[in-house]
């Protein structure tokens, strides 16, 4: 049985304009809607995902994306059972396999501060739903979790470390409480399963204002 922790963390709307997500944050004036973390960071990366579309071909990308966005979807939704101590919902097969593949990992996380999660920061004016605060390997960390058909090498993986970051600054901004680490966990259909953990917090915090200041740069010539 995994252990949850208290919190009175908010549920914030959800809505997509032209193409980019955003959070509303209420107000004691007025709602400030602010940009999902997920969509700055996709915006950084976007001349790499539009390499890759057109190397393969737009029909297999869609083909790839599909059954990524599945998958992922499968996994999240067995996690989030999991760790609530909750009966599990039938999935498609390969999602099964991911998850069940993963459960030793999963063990290693307890006293569950949070999951799928809406977190924001005014300060940084982006927000977003967390996947997993809590400790893995007694060390308080940002867990999210990833399918793949096969490891990623490490160095490709900046983007799902500078979310965390951007987690991690949200939490900070709104309970004082301090991250120590953060750890990605990703189940692969080739049968591996690889946990990343981080610890140089500065460095991707450093990154997150760079990919910030992209998209904001962005949006303004888009306007000029």
Same mark, same amino acid.
């Given at each position: &049985?995994?252990?949850?922790?208290?919190?009175?963390?908010?549920?914030?709307?959800?809505?997509?304009?032209? #193409?980019?997500?955003?959070?509303?944050?209420? #107000?004691?004036?007025?709602?400030?809607?602010?940009?999902?973390?997920?969509?700055?960071?996709? !915006?950084f990366n976007r001349e790499k995902f539009r390499e890759w579309r057109q190397r393969v071909g737009e029909?297999?990308?869609?083909?790839?994306?599909?059954?990524?966005? *599945?998958?992922?979807?499968? &996994?999240?939704?067995?996690?989030?059972?999991?760790?609530?101590?909750?009966?599990?919902?039938?999935?498609?097969?390969?999602?099964?396999?991911? %998850?069940? /593949?993963?459960?030793?990992?999963?063990?290693?996380?307890?006293?569950? !501060?949070?999951?799928?999660?809406?977190? %924001? *920061?005014?300060?940084?004016?982006?927000? #977003?739903?967390?996947?997993?605060?809590?400790? %893995? +390997?007694?060390?308080?960390?940002?867990?999210?979790?990833?399918?793949?058909?096969?490891?990623?090498?490490?160095?490709?993986?900046?983007?799902?470390?500078?979310?965390?970051?951007?987690?991690?600054?949200?939490?900070?901004? &709104?309970?004082? /409480?301090?991250?120590? $680490? %953060?750890?990605?966990? &990703? *189940?692969?259909? +080739? #049968?591996?399963?690889?946990?990343?953990?981080?610890? +140089?917090?500065?460095?991707?915090?450093?990154?997150?204002? /760079?990919?910030?200041?992209?998209?904001?740069? *962005? $949006?303004?010539?888009?306007?000029?």
């Amino acid at each position: &049985m995994f252990e949850h922790l208290p919190n009175d963390y908010e549920t914030l709307e959800r809505e997509t304009i032209d #193409g980019v997500r955003y959070y509303t944050v209420p #107000g004691s004036d007025t709602p400030r809607k602010l940009v999902s973390i997920t969509s700055v960071i996709s !915006h950084f990366n976007r001349e790499k995902f539009r390499e890759w579309r057109q190397r393969v071909g737009e029909e297999e990308a869609n083909k790839i994306t599909r059954k990524a966005t *599945s998958r992922g979807t499968d &996994m999240h939704t067995l996690v989030e059972h999991y760790l609530k101590n909750e009966e599990l919902p039938s999935v498609q097969p390969l999602s099964e396999f991911l %998850f069940k /593949q993963a459960k030793p990992e999963l063990k290693r996380i307890n006293n569950i !501060h949070a999951l799928e999660q809406s977190l %924001f *920061s005014l300060e940084l004016g982006v927000a #977003g739903t967390v996947d997993c605060i809590a400790e %893995f +390997d007694n060390e308080l960390a940002i867990i999210d979790f990833k399918t793949s058909g096969r490891a990623k090498p490490r160095e490709w993986i900046d983007g799902y470390f500078v979310q965390c970051a951007a987690y991690a600054c949200m939490l900070y901004e &709104m309970t004082g /409480q301090i991250i120590d $680490k %953060f750890v990605i966990i &990703m *189940s692969c259909e +080739d #049968g591996d399963v690889v946990v990343y953990q981080e610890y +140089d917090k500065a460095k991707y915090i450093k990154l997150l204002g /760079q990919y910030i200041r992209d998209f904001i740069e *962005s $949006k303004i010539q888009e306007y000029v």
